[in-house]
């Protein structure tokens, strides 16, 4: 148990550190692109052109580097935990974002974030104590039809209405994104052709399908739900879904349980690790709001003082970095050292 608290801790740290790379990414490709009117859609969603040119930038490649170690420890934390337990803890990745944000995105963080993120360390404390060890369990061939089938039609649902929304779509696609990664860790959790490794076994499983369409969809919506609005808010979404629904298919047909006696204490480090997780993002969102707001009226910036601009907005098309000040070259220069296409 004590391995699988540990990947589960190094992927939000890997997720925590994507989440904010691949802001500056979408950032670096807004700015760079300001006035190709190629890069956003009428209703004001960012194209796949311009998806794809955020996706290119050297400082989102660096994150995707940092999701896939992410992924790889998620994944052995699915395995050898209860989905939720070691959901939640990845959930945590809100944690290490909202700290590095300080420093890279230009947020301030006030007393009820701090709150919010002691709330989170505190209950998954609780729950981590509450939690029995995950023992194998049996899965019906039809649970892995029936999630294969499931993640499409989260797939289909999200591509069609996340498009037509437009910059109100961040929070659609941040929580479509979510409910596809818990899809990734149940399906990484019921894979077939594990152990034993047969790899004929597990390309015919639906668990292993599951496994490739919803990561890569949640991948590109998580992406497109950057580039639409704060980083915060939009992973505040996405933590709900990729911690309730793996925790309820954990329950129900996955046989996760508690130690006897304490489920009470499971429920309230879950309810609380959740909410406290989704309070860092939405206080987080607050901070961006008002950041974005002093970014367009202030657009007479003077890069010649020997300072740089962080917009916290930073991953919107509609706000261009023309903002808050920092010292001088952390940020532009971190970007423009890992700008290479």
């Not at 194209?47 to 790889?72: C, E, K, P, R, Y």
């Not at 304490?262 to 206080?283: D, S």
């Amino acid at each position: 148990m004590i391995v699988g608290i540990t990947l589960a801790l190094l992927a939000a740290v890997g997720y925590g550190l994507s989440s904010v790379m691949q802001a500056l990414g979408a950032r670096q490709a807004a700015r760079e692109n300001a006035d190709d009117h190629r890069m956003s859609t009428a209703a004001g969603s960012p194209t796949l052109q311009s998806t794809v040119a955020t996706a290119l930038t050297g400082v989102f490649i660096v994150g995707a580097l940092f999701d896939v170690l992410g992924f790889i420890a998620g994944a052995g934390a699915a395995r050898a935990l209860p989905l939720f337990l070691s959901q939640t803890i990845v959930a945590g990745n809100l944690v290490v974002t909202a700290l590095l944000g300080t420093r890279l995105l230009g947020i301030k963080l006030h007393g009820r974030d701090w709150a919010a993120m002691g709330t989170v360390m505190g209950s998954l404390l609780l729950l981590g104590a509450a939690s029995e060890p995950h023992t194998s369990y049996e899965t019906s061939r039809s649970l892995h039809w029936a999630l294969l089938l499931a993640t499409l039609l989260v797939v289909g649902l999200s591509l069609f209405g996340v498009r037509r929304m437009g910059r109100g779509g961040s929070v659609a696609a941040g929580a479509a994104a979510g409910l596809l990664f818990g899809a990734v860790a149940i399906g990484v959790r019921v894979l077939d052709g594990v152990s034993p490794f047969s790899m004929s076994t597990m390309l015919a499983d639906p668990a292993a399908w599951v496994i490739a369409i919803a990561g890569a969809a949640g991948f590109y919506l998580h992406t497109v739900a950057l580039q639409l609005g704060a980083v915060n808010g939009s992973t505040a979404a996405l933590v709900v879904g990729e911690t309730a629904a793996p925790a309820i298919v954990g329950v129900m047909w996955l046989g996760d349980s508690t130690v006897p006696g304490l489920e009470w204490l499971a429920l309230a480090g879950f309810t609380f690790a959740t909410l406290g997780a989704v309070a860092v993002a939405i206080f987080g969102t607050a901070e961006a709001e008002r950041s974005a707001e002093e970014n367009l009226r202030d657009d007479r910036a003077d890069f010649s003082s020997g300072e740089f601009t962080v917009p916290a907005d930073c991953s919107s098309l509609e706000h261009p970095p023309v903002s808050r000040t920092g010292p001088a070259g952390w940020v532009d220069n971190l970007t423009e050292r890992l700008h290479w296409r």
